[in-house]
């Protein structure tokens, strides 16, 4: 039999145990921040895996300029659409980072403005989206990649920044999960 491997998290108020662990001990009145935090890791992971991703697609951009583009803004679709998830996580519970805007607003400009509303000249959010990150309005996109930079019309932003923000939202989190172990949530 092939062992299985996962996560159980349980509703307001119910013990979990099993023969493998104990996942949540409430006591009194159940308090779950530390759950939509644990939700989040995989999106930290993820961020961190991406940028790793990006940055040696794009120092091949060199000699593989087509594919390397195309593969540059899969990259930084999957890269932006895991920060502006660690972005939203992290907003529900009053952690706010002034990069967080700027994550969901490059995150819709490559999923959606690059695809289904790609011809929608008179999409309110996109032509806010467009404002934001400054595309000249000739331009439906603009989007250009080095190995230590995206840039998105005129806004750059530095891998720098991205890992930076990436420690930030780890920093947030080990202290929410560090309380809901003191206060025996978890173990």
Known sequence: MVKKWGIKISKKGQDISDEIVKIIKPQGESQTAHIQYILVLPYIVGAKKQVDRYQKVASTLGRTQLNGVLVCIHEVSCLFEDLSTIAIYSELY??????????????????????????????????????????????????????????????????????????????????????????????
Do not use: C
């Open 94 to 187: 009053g952690k706010s980072n002034d990069l967080n805007d700027l994550w969901r607003d490059i995150r819709n400009h490559i999923r959606h403005d690059f695809r289904e509303e790609f011809d929608d000249v008179n999409d309110n959010r996109k032509i806010e989206r467009a404002k934001n990150l400054k595309l000249t309005p000739k331009l439906q996109a603009d989007i250009g990649f080095t190995p230590d930079s995206i840039k998105i019309g005129t806004v750059t932003v530095e891998i720098q920044q991205i890992i930076n923000y990436i420690k930030w939202a780890e920093d947030v989190m080990a202290k929410v999960l560090n309380e809901a172990k003191k206060k025996s949530y978890i173990k």
